[in-house]
């Protein structure tokens, strides 16, 4: 985060925590289209993603998650929540290998399951002043930017399990959320 963002964040004021939508919610299932235009708006929205990120917690967040079908992406795998990478637009130019992980999802509470992706990834995208950059990741940082791409594209990591254990999930996360409505 900015020097700005993290004076904002102590005092608590102008940033927003966002609702995170939660499977089966069919709005996570919308493929995000591209930023064309790095506005206020967006900037704030990077912001805002971040805040409510570092709140739930996770490491990471992707705008679908929060209900705006536009291709931005916050992560922040730091063990003291110090290091908050924004990808505008991002891409996989590069994937090596293969390696299974837990992964676990903000829209998908209290699940963890095992999924295989690509061990290390090389990643383009534009950062918050349009300027392109390249990154190689490896460990949970190439998991979850695999993740977080996937969520652009309306994928959730339940997609990669046995079906009867997303209908579990399913069901569960209907039941829980429609007692708290
Ligand atoms: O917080 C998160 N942890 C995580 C752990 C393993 C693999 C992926 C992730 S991403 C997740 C936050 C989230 O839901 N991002 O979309
Ligand atoms: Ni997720």
Redesign the pocket.
Known sequence: MTRFGQLFNLLGLFMALLEILHFPDQRLRKKATAVTEITAKIRQLAEDMLET?YD???????AN?VNVQKRLVVIDVSEDKSSPLIFINPEIINKQGERE????????PEAYELVTRADTVRVKALDLDGVAFELDADE?LA??IQ??ID?LDGKL?VDYISNLKRQRIKKRLEKQFKQQR
């Open positions: 990120m739930a917690p996770g490491v990471g967040l992707a998650q992980h837990e992964e676990g999802c903000l829209s998908v949970l998991t979850c993740h977080e969520h990591f």
